[in-house]
């Protein structure tokens, strides 16, 4: 049913896709990038046709299962700034990170999980169907860093585990997110978050689809005496979300590099990225660099113009 309502969707004929699911872990850019910790991280990025199918699925069929309102990641509506905000008044976080988390999440247990939810919907799906959508989604048997479909994926396979922490959370008068691996809890007053390390590997017990572990290297308890960041946005101790000194003194190196004509498009696209992320962040930074460089360069800035603008400059 699924592989012939794409067809008809996309006008791609069924042996077509059964060809590009067949050799899907073959249609991959392999490269890394390197870690801020430290090392390199390894990107699986699929070719723009094996992408294109990978979002269809996602809304045809993975956007239908449940996605607990703590998983602020990849959804509309919510972010990185959501996910800082709803920690912005609380004093004390505790930060735990899962080890190899994309890819810790097998072809096996993705299927069972589409497997049972489908069945819970009434949703109609063949063994060739679910055979379809492993390939499609997953490379050599997990998913990857790099494909669209992953964080969808591991967000609705992450309900209950999210829903048992929440709850945990909320009993205690504690506030819990996760986004993707990172997951923060803070509490409003000392020694309540004692004991969550025990919460959160109880919560993963008896879930067949999760297989997660801890990396206990990157387990960080945070306090309002200083700065928290909360994925990448720092908590000031007057409770207003930034985006750091570091950060801002980056965005104007750039922008000065920019002025001078001394920059390249890769960097030049990085500042319009990073650029974006800290007036999301900070909106009044926006006015205190268009008083420094000029509106019609920060406008620039914002626009989503792909040309390289030189000229200007």
Known sequence: MLIELLSKTSNIPESKLLSLSSTASRRYKIYTIPKRTGGDRLIEHPSRELKAIQRWIVQALFARFPVHEAATAYRKGTGIRENAERHRQT?????????????????????????????????????????????IVCRNGRLTIGAPSSPAITNTMMFEFDRRVHEACQSRELVYTRYA?????????????????????????????????????????????????????????????????????????????????????????????????????????????????????????????????????
């Not at 976080?93 to 097998?106: C, E, G, H, L, V």
Request: hydrophobic share 35%.
């Open 91 to 135: 004093k004390f976080t505790n930060r735990y990170d899962f080890s190899s988390f994309f890819p810790s999440f097998s072809q096996g247990r993705v299927l069972c999980y589409v497997s049972e939810q489908s069945k819970n919907l009434g949703i109609e799906l063949t063994q060739r169907d679910l055979d379809f959508v492993g390939n």
């Open 181 to 313: 691996d990172d997951i923060f809890v803070s509490s409003f007053g000392p020694g309540k978050l004692e004991g969550m390390e025990k919460i959160i590997l109880q919560s993963k017990r008896d879930i067949p689809h999760l297989r997660l572990q801890l990396n206990h290297q990157k387990t960080a308890c945070l306090s309002k005496k200083y700065s928290r960041k909360v994925t990448g946005v720092v908590i000031t101790p007057q409770h207003t979300l930034s985006v750091g000194r570091d950060r801002k003194r980056e965005i104007k190196a750039l922008i000065h590099q920019w002025v001078k004509g001394d920059i390249d498009h890769e960097k030049f696209y990085y500042l319009k990225g990073l650029f974006a992320f800290a007036i999301d962040i900070e909106p009044e930074l926006e006015m205190r660099l268009m008083s420094k460089y000029g509106q019609t360069r920060i406008e620039l800035l914002r626009s989503v113009d792909p040309d390289f603008p030189i000229g200007i400059i």
